[in-house]
């Protein structure tokens, strides 16, 4: 049985309204290139993470049925954990009294996510690779 605790953070998905602007940023100030990118979205590599910069109306989608918040309402984010079996986490959370917000679902890019928030609205993401 996997203990959310004790796994790494390996993604956070920052929520961006001009995403040619938010790369061009991350490329500049932390010298880091797309390894990953599509009209919605550019993911780039830390060295212990990746920040998936992810377009607004596409980051509706992802946390719904949460709202984004505007740039002016603070903060908008999502956290990843990658795990080995969403399907069992989802089952040890309910167990636990967490609502899911969404999923498990699989996602077109390969992903088969469940999200869930912290009691400050904070969204956190579980994600399973697929073969």
């Not at 899911?100 to 969204?123: E, K, Q, V």
């Amino acid at each position: 049985m996997e203990i959310l605790g004790s796994l790494s953070v390996n993604v956070i998905t920052l929520f961006v309204e001009d995403l040619p602007a938010s790369k061009r940023f991350y490329q500049e100030v932390f010298g880091l290139s797309p390894v990953y990118e599509d009209d919605n979205s550019a993911v780039l590599d830390f060295a212990n993470m990746s920040i998936n910069l992810l377009t607004t109306p596409a980051a509706e989608e992802l946390i719904a049925p949460e709202t984004v918040a505007s740039r002016e309402a603070g903060s908008r984010f999502q956290f990843t954990i990658q795990i080995d079996h969403v399907d069992a986490i989802c089952e040890q959370l309910k167990e636990r009294g967490v609502a899911l917000l969404n999923g498990p679902m699989n996602r077109p890019w390969g992903i088969r996510t469940a999200s869930f928030a912290d009691p400050s609205g904070h969204i956190w993401e579980m994600a399973q690779q697929l073969n």
